[in-house]
């Protein structure tokens, strides 16, 4: 399951050194809503890790204070650093890819 947080709530997850998968998307962000159903599945695929989406319109602080400019932004979380992101939407198996390589 995702779980929407805000910019305090995954800043507090991440800093405790959590695997965090967070996706950073706006509502009005096709290839967002299309990469939801893939987070959705992947988050049934991965135990021990906490997967989350941030909304950017909701948390634009957060987002900015990332780098994140463009959506979808998928990104890994360990040890209360980043770890990896990936940018744009991606298939499934793709992102399953990315995933497995930066956990």
Request: with cysteine; proline share 3%; charged share 25%.
């Amino acid at each position: 399951m995702v779980k929407e947080m805000t910019g305090m709530e995954l800043d507090g997850l991440v800093e405790t050194g959590a695997k965090v998968v967070c996706d950073f998307f706006a509502t009005w962000c096709g290839p967002c809503r299309m990469l939801s159903s893939v987070m959705e599945e992947l988050s049934e695929e991965f135990e021990g890790v906490t997967f989350a989406k941030v909304d950017v319109d909701k948390n634009g602080d957060l987002a900015a204070s990332l780098g994140v400019f463009s959506i979808p932004d998928v990104y890994v979380f360990e040890n209360g650093e980043v770890k990896a992101h990936n940018l744009g939407y991606l298939p499934k198996e793709q992102m399953k890819t990315f995933l497995k390589n930066n956990l």
